[in-house]
């Protein structure tokens, strides 16, 4: 029997999809998936899940995924890939590197990044400026400029 000595820290890793893996094969149990959803934690030094032992989490992007954005009213309500749901203050809305939405989520704890048909969603709800290139938001009597960050 192996002693203590042998055990090694998992190897975790969330992809740009949301989807986790475990030492290179993908966690798919609903629970397990939960248990560590709910885990995850960010500092400074990264991501990672604290048990008696703070073990990393390599994020390739973002750890959660809008994968339904929609209007209601005006408001923005999203769909997260672990199937929670909540509204996005429209202001926080950025554009990252190629133009890729992101939002902050559950209560600024963590950034998501709009699947594709999210972005396709989010963009369908945007007037743009062809001459510009500049989208903006409108929901009830504002409007939220689609900005580019960092």
């Given at each position: 029997m192996a002693g203590r000595a042998d055990w090694q820290l998992p190897r975790l890793r969330v992809d740009r999809d949301g989807d986790w893996f475990d030492d290179g094969v993908q966690v798919t149990h609903a629970g397990v998936l939960a248990h560590l959803?709910?885990?995850?934690?960010?500092?400074?030094?990264g991501y990672f899940i604290q048990t008696?032992?703070?073990?990393?989490?390599?994020?390739?992007?973002?750890?959660?995924?809008v994968v339904r954005i929609e209007r209601r009213g005006a408001t923005l309500h999203a769909v997260l890939n672990d199937g929670t749901e909540e509204?996005?203050?429209?202001?926080?809305?950025?554009?990252?590197?190629?133009?890729?939405p992101y939002c902050p989520i559950k209560g600024s704890a963590f950034e998501a990044r709009l699947s594709r048909a999210a972005a396709h969603q989010l963009l369908a709800l945007a007037?743009?400026?062809?001459?510009?290139?500049?989208g903006t938001l409108r929901l009830g009597d504002r409007a939220y400029p689609l900005r580019r960050g960092a």
């Open positions: 959803r709910a885990g995850l934690r960010h500092d400074a030094a008696r032992v703070r073990i990393p989490v390599e994020v390739e992007d973002a750890p959660f995924v509204n996005v203050d429209a202001a926080t809305l950025r554009l990252g590197p190629r133009d890729v007037e743009y400026d062809e001459a510009t290139g500049r």
